[in-house]
């Protein structure tokens, strides 16, 4: 069972940093987009057995973003919703947690009319929809297993490591600490040894799965240039 509880006060304070200050989130806050923090926990049942509490198509999921509709902005209400595991947040650390937010946020788009300007509901309230993932994967190992390269499991693996060249430098990535060099926007540092360690366990995963990468994009010049955010 899932419990909800007031989003302590360093969460709402992330939430509307992000808002204010990354630039990613300009539009939204230059068309007055509110957006409502909820916090969901699991409830302990009488075995002990802690839920989690927020799941998507049946798999824990630690946040999720929703759009009021218009009956909910009519009375009030504000114009999305951002959700969050409590319990899992407790267990993240804070650059974590503030990806997370980014993350739900993220998924607010303003739908921008054919003059380009920001269309609005009846509420007079900016209209919303949902950005969809840039990578979804829906995985069925029987399925892969079956059918082998046929498999559609196989080909979205494929592209997955066709793009790895340019995905591992970002997952080997150390963020910039200080709010300075954030702000500069500086380039990330890469941690070229595990990213060459990555690399290499990549590679011999390919190899015995027949998959050919194409590893150029992965080279000295792309790492360094290799930016976050
Ligand atoms: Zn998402």
Redo the contacts with the bound molecule.
Sequence with gaps: MTIYDKPPQEAETMLADLLNECEDFAPLKEAGVTVELSWARGKEDKDGYKPHPLKSRGHQVYGT?KLTNLQGRSLGQKDCVVTVDGDHWDESSQRTNEALLH?ELY?FELVVGDDGAVETDDCGRPKLKLRH?DFEFGWFLQTARRYGADSNESQQFKQVCDAAGNLLPLVFTEPPKGDEERASGQAFATDTAALGAAVGKFKKLCRDHDVTVEFAKCGQAERESAKVG
């Design positions: 973003a993350h998924h993932h």
